[in-house]
């Protein structure tokens, strides 16, 4: 156990919605990162943010947008779902803002349907 | 736009067998990780390595970071079925940004 929680588990939803993913890091770290794996692909950084603020932005369609509120829980919100975008949703937490060492939580896996 | 490529991509060895994996750029890096992931789990660190030519063990899988920090082997020996799942590495760059490879998908067959 990383100690990084993700919910929920599994979402399933249809084209066009909006959801929302949730992230708790480790306690006491205040990076949160977000990373995309679609199925037997490599893992796709879409976004960092340490203690509230957005650090660094990788590959991040405009329709997904992320937000790490005071508590350093944070929230991956996607919107008008395509076929394309099923796949698992990893966030990582780290206790600097390095990329020294991440620590995965265990995927949000969504299916659009 | 840094690069890091693992080879091979995919690997089937019987049980018993020693092998290695490798990550490797033209960039130079100031730390490099590995990390193993199994179906439907997130990553889980391996090992980081942060000086050129350091070698770090754990149990039966040696890791490697090149003099140069462009480049990492892992070797595992005697391969068990526990050792099956994608192991992926990241290179730290210059900024602090982690570059990723695409992995390394490895199966071991009792």
């Known amino acids: 156990d990383s100690g990084v929680t993700q919910t929920p588990k599994h979402l399933i939803t249809a084209t066009g919605q909006r959801v929302t993913l949730r992230c708790s890091p480790r306690?006491?770290?205040?990076?949160v990162y977000w990373y995309q794996q679609s199925l037997d692909q490599g893992l796709q950084f879409l976004i960092q943010?340490?203690?509230?603020?957005?650090?660094a932005k990788g590959n991040i369609l405009e329709r997904f947008s992320a937000q790490q509120f005071p508590d350093l829980h944070s929230e991956l919100n996607l919107s008008s779902l395509e076929l394309g975008d099923s796949a698992l949703y990893f966030c990582?937490?780290?206790?600097?803002?390095?990329?020294?060492?991440?620590?995965f939580g265990p995927g949000t896996r969504l299916t659009v349907t | 736009t840094q690069l890091l490529e693992q080879s091979p991509q995919f690997l089937s060895i019987q049980e018993g067998e020693n092998l290695t994996v490798y990550c490797n750029s033209s960039s130079v890096f100031s730390s490099l990780q590995w990390y193993r992931q199994e179906p439907g789990e997130g990553p889980v660190l391996l090992v980081t390595v942060v000086t050129g030519g350091e070698v770090k063990k754990l149990k039966r899988l040696t890791f490697q970071f090149g003099d140069a920090r462009k480049d990492s082997s892992l070797h595992i020996t005697a391969a068990q079925p526990g050792d099956t799942g994608l192991y992926l590495c990241?290179?730290?760059?210059?900024?602090?940004?982690?570059?990723w490879g695409a992995g390394t998908k490895l199966i071991i067959k009792p």
């Open positions: 990241a290179g730290a760059d210059s900024n602090y940004q982690l570059i």
């Open positions: 306690s006491g770290d205040l990076s």
């Open positions: 990582a937490s780290s206790p600097r803002t390095d990329n020294y060492e991440q620590y």
């Open positions: 943010y340490y203690n509230g603020e957005e650090r």
